[in-house]
């Protein structure tokens, strides 16, 4: 029963009334699925692996507020016939300032495709919206994307910290501090050490995403101009 229902919100949520198209669900045929976001209302839709590493990469932009998935279409004039298009993300910044993504393989950007992104980004331009195209060249490696990942589901696993708790321990670690040590500190203070991925994600932290996590990783505050 509560597979059935788990189902029908899933079928839900990819026929939203505000997409242009609709998407078909889960299927080994295709690449489409829902990413969770901390970034809108409902789950981000992608259609690919570009679009879904593009997700999590702007999950952990601080200067980016607000993540829509197809937000919307438009119509383009392309030598007098008119096309609709609709982009895969709207990205909207702490100035409210709001760009337009394509995500695209940079092996298909050729002549053709680069003349129809050009359309579509002077379309917008007179609507006031920055377009972009962005590839696999925009990305993290695949090991930061992993990392990337593997903080986010700590930081939600979290759920809604204790303020107290939280002051207290990043006034601990407001130095520079080896990710084993961190944790120590956490667990003699009976704080859950999923904390220290929830102020990664919230960039309250950072650590170096690029490589390997192990005891002796640094972490260091973000709130207090400290390098790692």
Same mark, same amino acid.
């Given at each position: #029963?509560?597979?059935?229902? /788990?189902?029908?919100?899933?079928?839900?949520?990819?026929?939203?009334?505000?997409?242009? /198209?609709?998407?078909?669900?889960?299927?080994?045929?295709?690449?489409?699925?829902?990413?969770?976001?901390?970034?809108?209302?409902?789950?981000?839709?992608?259609?690919?692996?570009?679009?879904?590493?593009?997700?999590? #990469?702007?999950?952990?932009?601080?200067?980016?507020?607000?993540?829509?998935?197809?937000?919307?279409?438009?119509?383009?004039?392309?030598?007098?016939?008119?096309? &609709?298009?609709?982009?895969?993300?709207?990205? *909207?910044?702490?100035?409210?300032?709001?760009?337009?993504?394509?995500?695209?393989?940079?092996?298909?950007?050729?002549?053709?495709?680069?003349?129809?992104?050009?359309?579509?980004?002077?379309?917008?331009?007179?609507?006031?919206?920055?377009?972009?195209?962005?590839?696999?060249?925009?990305?993290? !490696?695949?090991?930061?994307?992993?990392?990337? #990942?593997?903080?986010?589901?700590?930081?939600?696993?979290?759920?809604?910290?204790?303020?107290?708790?939280?002051?207290?321990? %990043? &006034?601990?670690? !407001?130095?520079?501090?080896?990710?084993?040590?961190?944790?120590?500190?956490?667990?003699?203070?009976?704080?859950?050490?999923?904390?220290?991925?929830?102020?990664?994600?919230?960039?309250? %932290?950072?650590?170096?995403?690029?490589?390997?996590? *192990?005891?002796?990783?640094?972490?260091?505050?973000?709130?207090?101009?400290?390098?790692?």
């Amino acid at each position: #029963m509560a597979k059935n229902k /788990r189902h029908t919100i899933i079928d839900n949520a990819y026929r939203k009334d505000d997409m242009r /198209r609709n998407l078909e669900r889960f299927s080994r045929f295709n690449l489409s699925g829902l990413f969770p976001t901390t970034k809108d209302s409902s789950p981000h839709f992608f259609e690919s692996f570009n679009e879904a590493h593009f997700a999590v #990469m702007f999950e952990f932009d601080p200067t980016i507020v607000s993540v829509k998935s197809q937000p919307f279409s438009i119509q383009y004039d392309d030598e007098g016939k008119v096309n &609709n298009y609709t982009p895969d993300f709207s990205l *909207t910044n702490c100035n409210n300032h709001i760009k337009i993504i394509e995500a695209k393989v940079s092996d298909t950007l050729d002549e053709k495709m680069n003349r129809k992104h050009k359309l579509i980004k002077n379309a917008f331009k007179q609507h006031g919206f920055e377009f972009q195209v962005m590839t696999e060249k925009h990305l993290p !490696s695949r090991l930061a994307l992993s990392n990337m #990942m593997m903080i986010k589901r700590n930081a939600i696993a979290l759920g809604r910290p204790d303020e107290g708790a939280l002051n207290y321990l %990043l &006034n601990i670690l !407001s130095v520079p501090i080896a990710l084993e040590k961190a944790l120590d500190i956490c667990k003699c203070l009976k704080i859950n050490t999923n904390i220290i991925s929830y102020c990664i994600f919230r960039d309250y %932290l950072k650590i170096d995403v690029s490589s390997i996590f *192990t005891n002796e990783t640094m972490i260091s505050s973000n709130l207090y101009g400290e390098e790692l």
